[in-house]
Every structure is written in C-alpha cells, then in structure tokens.
C-alpha cells in the first residue's frame, strides 16, 4: 500500500508443503530470529530491519489471503460489515463463508469486490479513508500511474550538486520515455550545494538551449531558487524570467516561528516567477520533522495564488505526505511529482512518488508533469501573468 513506514512486512506464500517452505525460507542467512512459528505462519528477525511475517497457505487460499493480510483495519472492518449486510462472512485468512456455511475461497482480488458490490480497488486504496463510500457512490478516483507522467520537473545537474551532466540528463529522460526534463539547480544561498552565479546561470541555460536544438528531449531550464529567510527569492526578477521553470524551496531557518515561516512561504507563492514549492514541508523522515508550517494554510496559499506544491519522491523525504497531498487535491491546487535526483539512479525514486499520490488519490490531471509539454508551457505562462 505504499505506507511510507512500516513497522514489520507481511507477506503471504502460496505452498502446498507448508512444513518444507518454512525451513526453507528459515534458512537464510540474512535471517538472524526465527521469531515465532506456527501452523501457516512465520516470524523472522533480520540484521537490521523490521521483522517480516509470512503466512504460508494453500494455493487456493492465496488471493483471499492476500487481501486479508495486507488491507487495513479500517478497510478491512468495512468491507466486513458490508459482507454482513449480504449474509456472507469474510473470515480469517479472508476466506468467505457462505450463506448455507459453506466456505469458498475467491480467486482473486478482484472477486472478492465482486463479491461485495464493488468495484476493484487497488491496495494503495484500501486505507479505511473513504474508499469504500467512494466507491459505492460511484467516485473512485481513476489513479495516476507511472507511465502517465510526461517529465521530470526537478533535477540537478552537474553545473550545482548533481553528478551528471546536461546530455546525461536528457539521455536518461529519453530512456525514460518522457518529452521533458527540468534541470533545477541551487541558488547562490546554497554554496555548499555549488549554488549558481548568475553568469553560470546564464551558461548553463546556453547549454541547454544548444542541446535542444539537437531535437528529442527537450530540456527545461531552471532553478531550484532558496526562499530567503525573509520571504525573498535568491535570484533577481530578471534572472528568474529568463527561466522557462521556477522552483522556490526553504532549505534554512529551520527555528524560524509558525508566523515568520508562513509569511515566507506566502511571500515567495505570490511571486509570479514562483511555479512549484519544492519539497514544502522540509521534513526528513527520521531525522527531523520539518519547517514549523500550517499545511493546511500552505495548501490554501497554493490554491489562492495557483502554485503548485511538490511531491518530491525521494524516500528520505516523501514530502509533501500523503494526507496533505489528497488534501491539495481536494482544493485544487496541482501537484509536481519530482525526483529532485541529483544523479540518474534517483529517477528510480519515481515508484515511491506515485505510490505516494496513488494514497492520494491523485489522477493525472491533477498532476502538472503528465500534461504535454505545450500544455505545461500554458500553465507555467498563466501563473506568470497572473501577477
Ligand atoms: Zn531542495
Ligand atoms: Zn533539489
């Protein structure tokens, strides 16, 4: 389901032998516990990691299990309850009682909806948040997947913090399948992070524009710019117009109060060269919770000013989350799904960026890299003349 943490795996094992697939799959070496064992059931202990719990059941048995095992509580509950209103018995294990006691085990996921009146939903779905209403009222979201995004917006190259050059970029971009690719590097604010001179800028965008009258991929250019502690942007109006897109993000003054931090944020969204707010909550995960922001006042500065907020994939990061993301959503403003990669195997970092909106029920059109790139074009320009 894309939990962005999880406390132990579980996992579900189709055998016919469950004695055998158990000492089987407790004889690694990356095992270090075997925590529990029972009849149908695993618990192991690794070196590092969160335990992992394998129910080992009959073939037959797999989907309902599977469906057991991983939806929510919440989710599960309901779909228990309508199971109820229709005389059946979702039981443990997910097998179905039927109304005359007879036990039928569904063939897949799909079925066990099917069974309930429902339309499939996919894991990401099953959190106990509305899905189930939604669904019986007809509004499941048609989720977003992978190979609807049309580009990357976020990428540093070589010419800041990032290990790879602009040709690399646009190379892997191709590979990717995508029609663009924004090159966002630092700001001067960030020398640690080779933050930009103007003229090095001004460099790096000629590079770009030479590259991309060699046709393929068209490379944007742009900026990651810092929004100072003051609410100003780290490059001049002039500057920023000369870029085709604008990211502002808040990499300092982490001790900055609630009432300065908005005031920042607000000031920079209200700039028209201020496309994306780059991951906008600055949490880590593990290692610090973030600016001392109002998200919910942040997302209706968003919607008020049409900029869009990130969701920047990186699994350090996940930022915004999932509850904030549906939340942007639900008030219409656009979402960014970026890499912010700094080298090509970051674009991996995709899988849990969409993962991410799929909990959001995010769709593509909610989402500002699946447009065209004509159409983004139109979108980058309205928030510019809007000033
Ligand atoms: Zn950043
Ligand atoms: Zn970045």
Sequence with gaps: RHEERAAHLELVAATLEPEA???????????????????????????????????????????????????????????????????????????????????????????????????????????????????????????????????????????????????????????????????????????????????????????????????????????????????????????????????ASMHTGFQQDRTRLMERLAKAMRHPHVHIIGHPLGRMLDQRAGFDLDPAEVIRLAAETGTALEINTSPHRLDLPDIYAKMAKDEGVCLAINNDAHERSELEHLEYGIGLARRAWLEPSQVLNCLPLAKLRQQLQQKRSRA
Excluded at 132 to 137: D, G, H, K, N, Q
Excluded at 216 to 243: F, H, K, M, Q
Aim: charged share 25%.
């Design 21 to 247: 697939a158990a000492d089987f799959l407790t004889s690694f070496t990356i095992v270090e516990r075997i925590l529990a064992r029972g009849e149908g059931l695993i618990k192991l202990g690794f070196h590092g990691g969160v335990p992992c719990l394998i129910h080992l059941v009959a073939p037959e048995a797999f989907a309902a299990a599977r469906f057991y095992y991983t939806a929510s509580a919440g989710h599960l509950a309901q779909c228990q309850k309508l199971a109820r209103e229709q005389g059946l018995e979702i039981a443990e294990g997910g097998v179905i009682i039927m109304p005359d006691g007879s036990r039928f085990w569904p063939a897949s996921e799909a079925e066990i909806y099917d069974l309930l009146h429902l339309p499939y939903m996919p894991p990401e779905l099953r959190n106990g948040t509305g899905e189930i209403e939604a669904a019986l009222s007809g509004r499941l979201p048609d989720l977003i997947e992978a190979d609807d995004m049309r580009g990357d917006l976020h990428v540093h190259s070589n010419y800041s913090d990032g290990g790879w050059s602009l040709s690399e970029i646009a190379a892997a971009a191709r590979e990717k399948g995508w029609e663009y690719i924004a090159v966002c590097d630092h700001s001067p604010l960030l020398a640690m992070a080779g933050g930009l001179s103007r003229e090095k800028l001004v460099a790096r965008n000629q590079e770009i524009r030479r590259l991309n009258q060699e046709g393929g991929v068209t490379l944007l250019a742009g900026a990651e710019v810092d929004i100072r502690a003051d609410g100003s942007l780290d490059y001049p109006d002039d500057c920023l117009a000369e870029l085709d897109i604008v990211i």
